[in-house]
């Protein structure tokens, strides 16, 4: 039953990844390719947010959490398109482009898994307790 899911999930992710590429093509922003970085930028605040909900909901089936974490948003993000787009940056001689790009997948990547898990952390009432 996991296959089945981790393959559904990952073909659905794997499309919304396509069809958001297409939204917002490179070519659209001078060359900077915003599609991957907003792909992965929501890919690391999705996967903090299930992370931690699948963690406070134990009784979730594995089945799914792993259909949902490696499935989806496995499929959902890309490193490799990353590194490919990198590459491709600085053999067009745009090297502080490929930097600023570098930096904002992995600083950014790291800002929107932190807000992630925020995100699904249990509200805290003030002044309550």
């Known amino acids: 039953m996991v296959y089945l899911a981790v393959g559904i999930a ?3 992710g794997t499309l919304v990844r396509y069809g958001l590429g297409l939204v917002v093509p ?3 922003v001078g060359g900077f390719p915003l599609g991957t970085l907003f792909i992965n930028w929501t890919g690391s605040f999705l996967l903090s947010w299930f992370t931690v909900m699948f963690t406070r909901r134990p ?7 792993t259909a949902v974490t490696t499935g989806f948003v496995g499929s ?3 490193f490799s398109t990353l590194s490919v787009e990198c590459v491709e940056l600085m053999e067009q ?3 502080g482009m490929a930097a600023v790009y570098i930096a904002a997948s992995l600083f950014g990547g790291l800002l929107a898994s932190w807000a992630g898990y925020a995100a699904a952390q249990p509200e805290r009432k ?3 307790g």
């Open 10 to 12: 990952g073909m659905i």
């Open 26 to 28: 490179a070519a659209a």
């Open 59 to 65: 009784a979730w089936p594995p089945w799914l959490k």
């Open 76 to 78: 959902y993000t890309t």
């Open 93 to 95: 001689g745009r090297f």
């Open 126 to 128: 003030e002044g309550i």
